[in-house]
């Protein structure tokens, strides 16, 4: 079946110590995104890529990086810059011009700093 | 910028009543609009969406159409069910990639 898929769906972190959260998807869909959610909150970007090899921040980057070395995979650095790193994350995918730029998501993963 | 203004939660009714969750938003150009629903420690799926002026979207008994007069996007659906309860989004959708702008969300729970 198609889609986007999420690992690990939970993740603990000590402090001071960067997590990758992995994301891979087969939609063949140029575009990546990842995404932070705080409890009772809406959705706030962090980082997205229109293409192989070139990524942009979103609006909440610091603390974050990110790769896009295949079309199919875009992991997600946490860093220990990032100075409250417990949410859960959703990495997402879309064909731009397609469908109205429909995005699609994983499931999700929860990161929580012990 | 761009922005998207969700009806405030939390929303309880009973089963088989009415909902409307409002949408209004301020954009530039033409985006599209889409609801989506989360479930409880779940992603977000796409409930509906409208890519253009006076169009409706409609799933699963829900529907919401796209006006441009006054910029809303409102949810309906006629008869709720208890499976209805969960998180609902709102979101404005650009031609950009990284054009994506959500709405904080409206917990829906329906009591039997």
């Known amino acids: 079946d198609g889609g986007i898929t999420q690992s690990p769906k939970y993740l603990f972190r000590k402090e001071g110590q960067n997590v990758t959260l992995s994301c891979e998807q087969n939609l063949n869909h140029d575009a990546m995104y990842w995404y932070r959610q705080d409890p009772g909150q809406g959705l706030r970007l962090i980082y997205y890529s229109q293409i192989v090899n070139d990524f942009q921040k979103g609006d909440i980057a610091e603390g974050y990086s990110v790769s896009r070395e295949k079309k199919e995979s875009f992991p997600l650095t946490v860093t220990s810059a990032q100075k409250n790193p417990t949410a859960f994350y959703l990495c997402?995918?879309?064909?731009?011009?397609?469908?109205?730029?429909?995005?699609?998501f994983g499931e999700g993963s929860w990161l929580t700093v012990v | 910028g761009d922005s998207v203004t969700q009806m405030e939660g939390p929303v309880t009714l009973s089963e088989e009543a009415c909902l409307t969750i409002n949408c209004t938003y301020t954009a530039t150009g033409y985006p599209s609009l889409f609801w989506y629903v989360q479930y409880p420690g779940e992603g977000l799926q796409l409930l509906l969406k409208?890519?253009?002026?006076?169009d409706k979207g409609s799933n699963k008994g829900f529907e919401a159409t796209y006006r441009k007069e006054t910029t809303s996007f409102h949810l309906e659906k006629g008869s709720v069910q208890v499976s209805d309860s969960a998180v609902y989004f709102c979101a404005l959708i650009g031609t950009n990639a990284g054009k994506s702008t959500f709405g904080d969300g409206t917990t829906l729970t329906v009591k039997p």
């Open positions: 409208a890519t253009k002026a006076d």
């Open positions: 997402a995918s879309s064909r731009p011009g397609v469908s109205g730029n429909t995005i699609y």
